[in-house]
């Protein structure tokens, strides 16, 4: 947790992107991001759906759901900022575009953040993390992005 606490006081924009897998500890380090950008196929979550389903429930699929873990549940939730689009098929069918996106992605949130002042950076930066804890289903007013 000391790491986390230095973490959020770090006074430039901290922009976290999901590529494959975001999960256990690891999540809570995302969380803090000023920006959670997530590609469209990945998940991120504090519990893999194996673990959930081990400790909750024998229906793996259930977990799986309950959860809330794809791209598109979290932006809903207000839990990441932005999808990542991927290539048809997936990032893995053709790393050229993935790469091409994520970066379009990351530049774009990077400049955006800089252009805040550091105490208003801070206390957005608190209050979103804060404001994880609620899990209460939210509507998304975009599928693709939130400012």
């Not at 959670?36 to 759901?65: G, K, M, T």
Request: glycine share 6%; with cysteine; net charge positive.
């Amino acid at each position: 947790m000391v790491n986390h606490r230095e973490m959020m006081r770090l006074r430039v924009p901290i922009i976290a992107a999901v590529i494959d897998e975001g999960g256990s500890g690891g999540a809570l380090g995302i969380g803090i991001a000023d920006r959670v950008l997530i590609l469209e196929n990945a998940y991120y979550s504090v519990i893999s759906p194996e673990a959930c389903f081990a400790i909750l429930w024998r229906d793996r699929r259930h977990a799986a759901e309950a959860l809330k873990l794809t791209a598109q549940d979290l932006l809903k939730l207000d839990v990441v900022d932005e999808i990542v689009p991927e290539p048809e098929g997936g990032a893995h069918c053709n790393y050229d575009t993935a790469a091409t996106n994520l970066g379009a992605a990351l530049r774009q949130n990077l400049e955006r953040g800089m252009n805040s002042p550091v105490e208003e950076l801070l206390k957005k930066r608190y209050k979103k993390f804060r404001a994880l804890r609620n899990f209460a289903e939210k509507k998304a007013t975009s599928t693709a992005a939130r400012s």
